[in-house]
């Protein structure tokens, strides 16, 4: 059962991050724990600034430094992965089987879901070049907003 912590998170989410960064000898520490609470909770994939004003909030203390190479080992750990296409980096810790629609114009960053027993078929070529462990598919586009931004300029 998956049961969910006053944070948003799930205690097996929590349980996984902490089994992951032993694992790999990395320290679990309040300022990595908050770091990744913040990203595994929010669904709108924020940025390392976004992520540091968030944490900030609960401690003064932590530098965007921190957050900016926690982060980093925390994708490489696999317990976040980044998404969209502008230069700055936006964070994802949702590895449920899903898609991102991303704005060409402000960057917003959407999930789309595929419905139930919708799937993406790997085609068969692939296997030429190796095995697919996850597919990362982003769409690109304007975001209904920036479409409606775009029509009132007009």
Known sequence: MNT???????????????????????RVTPQRVEIFKMVAQSKEHP???????AVRKTMPNVSLDTVYRTLSSLEELGLVFR?????????????????????TQCGEV????????????????VEEYGRVHKINLQFSGLCARCQKETKKDL
Do not use: M, W
């Open 4 to 26: 969910q912590t006053s944070c948003g998170v799930t205690a097996e989410q929590l349980e996984n991050f902490k089994t992951i960064c032993k694992a790999h000898g990395l």
């Open 47 to 53: 940025d390392a600034e976004r992520v540091f004003e």
């Open 110 to 125: 959407y999930d789309v879901f595929p419905a139930p027993g919708e799937r993406l078929e790997v085609p068969p070529e």
């Open 83 to 103: 998404v969209g296409f502008s230069s700055k980096a936006r964070f994802d810790a949702d590895f449920d089987e899903h898609y991102h629609f991303v704005c």
